[in-house]
T-cell receptor, first 111, second 111 residues
Framework: DSGVTQTPKHLITATGQRVTLRCSPR?????VYWYQQSLDQGLQFLIQ???????AKGNILERFSAQQFPDLHSELNLSSLELGDSALYFC??????????FGEGSRLTVL | GIQVEQSPPDLILQEGANSTLRCNFS?????LQWFHQNPWGQLINLFY???GTKQNGRLSATTVATERYSLLYISSSQTTDSGVYFC?????????????FGAGTRLTVKP
């Protein structure tokens, strides 16, 4: 158990819908990262937050947004979903750089 | 951006065999981690090893930062070692622990 908690573990929805994925980092970790893993793209960095502030942005689509709340949990919002958004979405946390620890992921299926 | 190449892409072993997985990166890094993604999709930390050598049971890793590569050794492989092994690196100029992943090595250990 990495200490990073993600919900839900599985999610099935339809094209055009919006979903929210939630992540609770390890106790004491200030940084939260979101990654997308799809079959043809590998593990892609989406976005990072540090203590509530956006710190780095990767290949995150405009239809996707994220935030980190004062209690340090984070949410990734995916809207206007397309078939190609089907993927495993991982959250990771670290103290402030250094070793990353990943949650178990949220598997999103868009039908 | 920094390029991360892992080899071999696929590896099939008989139980009990040893193996070496390689990770080459195109620029200097200040953070390197090895992960194992098991068949259930979980990403498990193996080593945080920006330089030097570490050992953990049957696994060990060596990173030669000046020559831009890292090696993961698996000895006396077991069927539970099956899965995908990822190397991830952080470029120092990017900071913010934006870890970039290689495409992985898929290991299958046969009984």
């Amino acid at each position: 158990d990495s200490g990073v908690t993600q919900t839900p573990k599985h999610l099935i929805t339809a094209t055009g819908q919006r979903v929210t994925l939630r992540c609770s980092p390890r106790s004491g970790d200030l940084s939260v990262y979101w990654y997308q893993q799809s079959l043809d793209q590998g593990l892609q960095f989406l976005i990072q937050y540090y203590n509530g502030e956006e710190r780095a942005k990767g290949n995150i689509l405009e239809r996707f947004s994220a935030q980190q709340f004062p209690d340090l949990h984070s949410e990734l919002n995916l809207s206007s979903l397309e078939l190609g958004d089907s993927a495993l979405y991982f959250c990771a946390s670290s103290v402030a750089g250094g070793e990353l620890f990943f949650g178990e992921g949220s598997r999103l299926t868009v039908l | 951006g920094i390029q991360v190449e892992q080899s071999p892409p696929d590896l099939i072993l008989q139980e009990g065999a040893n193996s070496t997985l390689r990770c080459n990166f195109s620029d200097s890094v200040n953070n390197l981690q090895w992960f194992h993604q098991n068949p259930w999709g979980q990403l498990i930390n193996l080593f945080y090893i920006p330089s030097g050598t570490k050992q953990n049971g049957r696994l060990s890793a060596t990173t030669v930062a000046t020559e831009r590569y890292s090696l993961l050794y698996i000895s006396s492989s077991q069927t539970t070692d099956s899965g995908v092994y990822f190397c991830a690196v952080e470029h120092p100029l990017r900071g913010n622990n934006d870890m970039r992943f290689g495409a992985g090595t898929r290991l299958t250990v046969k009984p």
